[in-house]
């Protein structure tokens, strides 16, 4: 069982807001953000945040390139103090 490592950042993605461009999976430096399978009702795939850091990955540092980077203003930062 992977440890659970405690990351600085997390973010939240409304997932009906978004439109599946991937900008964010493109920007993300520590590969925090993956598509999902279900589809939101406007029909595009939505992305979501990987919540559980494995042993060999970086948590979310809440640089919020990801935010920056959406077009549909549909992800918050929300940063550890
Ligand atoms: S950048 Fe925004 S609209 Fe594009 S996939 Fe990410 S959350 Fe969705
Ligand atoms: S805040 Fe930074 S590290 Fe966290 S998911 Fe967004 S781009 Fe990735």
Do not use: H, S, W
Request: aromatic fraction near 4%; include cysteine; charge should be positive.
């Amino acid at each position: 069982m992977a440890a659970q490592k405690k990351a600085k950042g997390k973010i939240k993605i409304d997932r009906e807001r978004c439109k599946g461009c991937y900008l964010c999976i493109q920007v993300c430096p520590n590969n925090r953000i993956e598509t999902e399978k279900a589809l939101n009702k406007k029909g595009y795939a939505p992305v979501r945040f990987k919540e559980e850091v494995k042993d060999n990955e970086k948590g979310c540092t809440g640089c919020a390139q990801c935010a920056t980077v959406c077009p549909e203003v549909a992800i918050e930062v929300y940063r550890a103090k």
